[in-house]
Each structure stands twice: as C-alpha cells, then as structure tokens.
C-alpha cells in the first residue's frame, strides 16, 4: 500500500455562544459547514473542560477494570454494552485496535402536578440498557455521570438539529422529535473508547489502523478527544474518488481543549437529499515516534441516531421515505456486505500468494533435484 498523501484543508470552528441572539448567524455556518467539509468543531458549547475530563475519567476506570468484570456488560445487537478487538471495518478487513462500551439512554415518564405534566425520571435504565450498565458494586456514581453527560450533550445537539432544521427548510424541532430520546425506541448512543498503546520498538506497518476509514451512517456524531492524543484524520466526502478514501488526499485533525468535533453522518445526508455530505474518518496509528502518540488513547462519541419509528425522508422526496428503523436496517445490511466483499478480496489475495510460494517452492525442489 502506498504512503498516506496529506493535505491542509481548514476546517471549521463554529462557536454556540449567545445562541439564542445568534442562531441565525450559527446556522449559516453549520449549513456552510455541513455543504463543503462535512466536518467542523464547536466551542463555548456550554459543556465545560472540567465536566469533560469528569467523563474521562470516570470512561478510564471503566476501561480499566478486569475483562471478567467488562464481560458482565456484554455487547449485544442493540447497540449496547462493551467489546473488544470485535469491530471489523471494511476499509481494512481487520478488527480495531481498540475497546469500546455503549450507552443508551434511561427511560423518562411524566406526570402530573397541578395543572402541568413535567418530566421526571421514573426508571433511568431504558429498554435497551437492561442489564447492560457496569454495577455501582464495580463502579460507583459511572450510571448517573454517564447519563448527566448525556443530557448535557444530547442539548448541544438539539441545537445544531434546530440549525439544521431552519437550513433544509423544516420546523424548529422536526430534527429533535426525530432524536428524542425520552422515546422507548430511541437509538442515540454515548461510545466510550479506549484505544490500546501501541509499543514505539515495533514499527506499524503501513495501512494499519487503530480504527480503520469509515463514515457514520447516523445523523450527527460529537467526538469529544483530549489534545495531545493525536491520530485523527478526514477525507471529505465531496473529495473522495476512491473506496473508503484509499489514495485520497487526508487531513489530520486537531482541537482545542473543550472543543467537540462534529461530523456529518449518511443519514443527515440522505435527510438533506444529499445536500450535505458525510465525511470519511479514521484513527491512525502512530508512526513516528518523534511525532505521534503512543500512549493509550481515549475519546467519547455521542452518536445522534433516529428513534425506529420516526420517519425519514428529505424535503425534495429524492429518496422513497422510511424508517429510523428501516434506515438503520439498511446501513448495518451495506457494512455487511462491503465487509464480506473485502474479506472475500482479502481470502483471493492470500490464496493467490500460497499458490506463488507453492510453486516457487517446487521449482525449487525441481532445481535441486
């Protein structure tokens, strides 16, 4: 495989705040942002340095404790739970070179007081998080900062769902109702990443990657990172000219402290009629040592992915309406059938190189002989 080709492109850095004096102004950058680079970072979000670290560290004591007391939070086909070295992404045909645990959100009811119905967390364990959160036993306070940090995110996100809302010409909250995750059938997912060191004596090969190229397939990822553990990189979408971004021209990405990383995923692009453009991503292996982190890596994804029976389709109909669930069907159904691809290419190779050495290797008996 040939090297990486690097390229500065800007991306853009949008700040929230005043938002209610200036949505105007924040939605004419995000639209900008969501039509060119699929790609851009927030600031004065409102979530503080400090409420992030607070997530950091409370994902590291998860990640740090025995596999045993990991594997009693399985991952399961509701997107939930922890894995390991388990996802495979069709860029490459190999597993990451990482660990991850999902959370969905608790389940909320209302009831009544007076004259008004409000809100009030009844059960916070939603149907699919059932015995999927780490026991207080193993990790006292991890549910509540976990769905706290939720909150406060999934509030960022309502904001850039009205922006892009007012940008495609639908109501304030079409986006939010299509998100909302007091819904039983709400998909929105908190990642927790763990990303393992890779040892600095052993050069990684070429192509090898901690999370190989992919774009998400739901409507809008916020990736929270700490500075200094680098190895993010885009493609943009509008860019690519080859499978995955292989060959393509990528970017490494930077951030500031506090900054959230945003990328546009398939589904708001398939909402906006292809208007806007998701973005190839991925995390590369460190390959100099002089340059490049080595140590473990962490960062948090908060996927914004449609409650099941929301409907889906764009304000030009260019595509026939589904489901969220329908959507989501047909995204896992793709990355299955481009993994089989590649693995199928990945199996043609690998025979085509045994049969080379099995012949080689009779020529040269041949030749002795």
Sequence with gaps: ?????????????????????????????????AETNGFFSLKHTGISVEEIENMFKHSKQFFAL?????????????????????????????ADMKESYQLQFGMYFCAIFGNEWMPIIMDRVGENMKDSWISEDELPSFKDTALDFMQRTQAVSER???????????????????????QPDSQTTLRLLHYFAVDKSVRVPEGYFRAGAHADWGFLTLLFQRPGQSGLEIC????????????????KVDFEAGDIVCNIGDLLMSWSD???????????????????????????????????SCTIQGPLKKYPAVTGEEFTRSAMNRNFAALKA??????????????????????????KA
């Design 1 to 33: 495989m040939d090297p990486t080709k690097y390229t500065s492109r800007a991306i853009p850095r949008i700040s929230l705040r005043d938002f209610d004096a200036r949505v105007d102004e924040i939605t004419a950058e995000l639209v900008c942002a």
């Design 66 to 94: 025995p596999d045993g007391s990991k594997a009693t939070v399985p991952w399961s086909a509701k997107n939930v739970g922890w894995e390991k070295n388990a996802q495979i992404r069709p860029s490459t045909g190999t």
């Design 160 to 182: 850039l769902m009205l922006c892009f809302a007012r940008g495609l010409g639908f109501t304030d909250d079409y986006f939010v109702k299509a998100h909302d995750v007091s």
């Design 236 to 251: 943009p979408g509008r860019e690519v000219v080859s499978d995955f971004g292989i060959g393509d021209e990528w970017t």
């Design 274 to 308: 292809d208007r806007f453009k998701s973005t190839f991503h991925r995390v590369r292996a460190p390959m100099d040592p002089e340059t490049d982190y080595y140590g473990p890596r962490y960062s948090i994804a908060f996927f914004n992915q449609p409650c099941s």
């Design 342 to 367: 590649k693995k199928d290419v990945m199996a043609a190779e690998a025979e085509k190189s045994d049969q080379q050495i099995a012949s080689a290797m009779s020529r040269e008996v041949r030749i």
